[in-house]
C-alpha cells in the first residue's frame, strides 16, 4: 500500500497551497497587493504536479482497479475523476481572475471570492479521498493488486513521476515558497533554484559513534548511543522532548562533553578533538533554534561559516546559497536579526553550507515555521540528499523526518530504542503511536 502513502503526503502538500492561498486572499482584502508572480508559481505547481502527474496515476492504477474490485466504487470514484477532468479548466479560469486582478479590472472581493470557492473545492476533493475511497481500497484491493499499483506509484524511471520529475516538482514548490509573503513563505522577489544535480552515491561508513554517553553534572542525558551514518545518506534521529537528540548533536559536534564512548569520522578517531577541529574536518551544524548572529549582516554570518575555507572559494560558494535562497541575496547587507523565522533557517542552513561539510547535522530545522516553509525545509533537505550530501536530521516532526530518511533511529531516555529505514519506522506500531500521532 506504499501508493496511498504517496497520495497522502501528495494531499499534504496540496492541502497547504490550498491553505496558502486562503491566507493570501484574506491578506489582499485587507490591502496587500496582487502578486501575480506568487500565484502563477502556485497554478504551475498543480498543473504540472496535480493535474499531469498525481490525477492520471490515480486514474490509470488506483481507481481503475479498484472499480475492478467492488461495486460500491463508481458512486466514490465519478465525482472524484468528474474533478479531474475539470481540473485544468478550472485553473485557467483562476489564472485569468489573477491577471485581471493585478490589472484592477477585477474587485478584490470578486477575486478573493473565486480563490476561496477553489481551495474549498481542492480540500473537498481531498477529503474524499481519504474518507471514501482510500478506506475501500484498503478493504477490497488484493495484494497482487497493490504490487501493480505500488510499482507505477514506485517507479523512478516513469517520465511522469520518477526522480526528474520529482526534481522538477521540488523547484516548483521551491519558487511557491520563495515568492510567497513573508507572513508565510520567505517574501523574495525572485525564486532562484535548487541545483538538484543527483552525485553518486557512497555506501562506506562515514559516522560511527560507539556507546557514547554525555552528562549534565551528575544526571546522565545519554546513555551509551551506538550509531553509524553512511557516505551519502540522510539518517533521521527522532524522539520525544528530553530524549536527548539535541544533546546528542551538540556531543558530536564536540560543544557538550563526552563522558564515555568514542567517535570515528571518516576513518579517524575525534573523540577527543576540539568542535572547531571537527567542524574543519568537515562536521557543519545548522543549530536548533537557527542561533544566527542577530546584530551582524546577512552576508557576515554567511561568511563565518566559510571561515575555514580557502578565501579563493568564498565568493562562489555565496553565489550558490544565494542561488537557493535569493531572500538572503535580496537583504544581505541587512542584519539578521531583522529576517523572519523562515528567512533565518534559510540563513542558518546555508552558513552550515558555506563550510562545506562531509556531513551536515540539521537540529530542529522545522521548528516554529509555517507550514509552507515547513514543506520547503524538506524540499530542501531532499534536493541536499539528492546532491549526494550526508545528513543527520533531528526533527520533531518524525513522520516527515523518516519519510525522507534512508534509515532511521529512535531515542528514548538518552538511549537508542529502536532503528530501521524510514519506512520500516514508519509503519511500526510503536512508533505510530508514540511520534506519529497514529
Known sequence: MQALRIISEDHSNLWRLATTIDQVAEEIEGGAAVDAAFFNSVFDYIEQFVDRSHHPKEDDFLFRILRLRST??????????????????????????????????????????????????????????????????????????????????????DPLFGDKAKAEFRELFHRIASLAPESIGLGGRTAGHLQANAAPAKTDVLLRVSQMESCYGRIKALKGISLEVRRGETV???????????????????????????????????????????????????????????????????????????????????????AMFPILKEKRLLPAGTLSGGQQQMLAIGRALMGRPKMLLLDEPSMGLAPLLVEEVFNVVKTLKAQGMTILLVEQNAFAALAIADRGYVLETG????????????????????????
Not at 481551495?119 to 504490487?147: C, F, N
Not at 527522532?238 to 570515528?264: D, E, Y
Request: negative net charge; hydrophobic residues 40%.
Open 72 to 157: 460500491q466504487a463508481a458512486a466514490i470514484l465519478d465525482p472524484l475523476q468528474a474533478d479531474h477532468r475539470d481540473g485544468p479548466e478550472k485553473l485557467q479560469a483562476l489564472r485569468a481572475c489573477v491577471a485581471q486582478a493585478a490589472q484592477g479590472q477585477l474587485a478584490i472581493p470578486e477575486f478573493a471570492a473565486a480563490l476561496r470557492l477553489y481551495t474549498a473545492g481542492l480540500k473537498s476533493h481531498i477529503q474524499a479521498e481519504e474518507k471514501y475511497a482510500m478506506p475501500l481500497a484498503r478493504e477490497v484491493l488484493t495484494a497482487q493488486d497493490w504490487r501493480e499499483i505500488d510499482s507505477a506509484f514506485l517507479d523512478n524511471a
Open 236 to 322: 533521521a534521529l527522532v524522539g520525544a522532548n528530553g530524549a536527548g537528540k539535541t544533546t546528542f548533536l551538540r556531543t558530536l559536534s564536540g560543544v557538550q562533553p563526552m563522558s564515555a564512548g568514542s567517535i570515528h569520522f571518516d576513518g579517524e578517531d575525534i573523540s577527543r578533538l576540539r568542535s572547531d577541529l571537527r567542524m574543519r574536518r568537515g562536521i557543519c551544524q545548522s543549530p536548533e533554534g537557527r542561533q544566527v548572529f542577530g546584530p551582524l549582516s546577512i552576508d557576515d554570518n554567511l561568511r563565518l561559516g566559510a571561515y575555514t575555507q580557502p578565501k579563493q572559494q568564498v565568493e562562489g560558494d555565496l553565489e550558490k546559497v544565494f
Open 415 to 438: 538511549q537508542v530504542t529502536l532503528t530501521g529505514t524510514g519506512q520500516e519506522l514508519i509503519s511500526n506500531e510503536q512508533v505510530r503511536a508514540a511520534y506519529l500521532g497514529m
